[in-house]
């Protein structure tokens, strides 16, 4: 892999940090399914975003492990980084590792794999590498 690609994707990588209350859960008092998808997908697209500098759109979601419930009252850490490096298209992982708040605990509880593709202004897909901004 080029230099150029290898300092995109170590500076794309996105880190975000979020308290899990009680309005986000579900009866079990666990983190909804879907609130941790939508906050994966958002993380997965400011990583994209982050290391293509274009316009992208999320075509799929990939396999999503749910190792372990995440509950009320407790932090967690979503980090994207880009895997992959297609022509049009982008991978993007996302884990989100769950901290108990009065606890010097942390482990990875939810991780999926995501696709964008970039798209020009008519939303016509865009070649990756021939866009990239240069890096300084």
Same mark, same amino acid.
């Given at each position: 892999?080029?230099?150029?690609?290898?300092?995109?994707?170590?500076?794309?990588?996105?880190?975000?940090?979020?308290?899990?209350?009680?309005?986000?859960?579900?009866?079990?008092?666990?983190?909804?399914?879907?609130?941790?998808? /939508?906050?994966?997908?958002?993380?997965?697209?400011?990583?994209?975003?982050?290391?293509?500098?274009?316009?992208?759109?999320?075509?799929?979601?990939?396999?999503?492990?749910?190792? /372990?419930?995440?509950?009320?009252?407790?932090?967690?850490?979503?980090?994207?980084?880009?895997?992959?490096?297609?022509?049009?298209?982008?991978?993007? /992982?996302?884990?989100?590792?769950?901290?108990?708040?009065?606890?010097?605990?942390? /482990?990875?509880?939810?991780?999926?794999?995501?696709?964008?593709?970039?798209?020009?202004?008519?939303?016509?897909?865009?070649?990756?590498?021939?866009?990239?901004?240069?890096?300084?």
């Amino acid at each position: 892999m080029d230099t150029n690609l290898t300092k995109r994707i170590e500076e794309s990588e996105t880190h975000i940090f979020k308290a899990v209350f009680p309005n986000t859960t579900n009866h079990y008092d666990t983190l909804f399914g879907g609130t941790a998808l /939508q906050l994966m997908d958002e993380v997965a697209f400011i990583t994209a975003t982050r290391f293509t500098r274009l316009k992208v759109v999320t075509v799929s979601s990939d396999r999503v492990d749910f190792k /372990q419930p995440i509950p009320a009252g407790s932090f967690i850490e979503l980090i994207g980084k880009v895997v992959k490096v297609g022509n049009t298209s982008l991978g993007v /992982q996302v884990d989100i590792f769950l901290e108990h708040m009065y606890e010097e605990t942390r /482990q990875r509880a939810i991780s999926g794999n995501f696709t964008f593709v970039a798209i020009d202004e008519n939303r016509h897909p865009l070649t990756i590498r021939e866009n990239l901004p240069k890096t300084k």
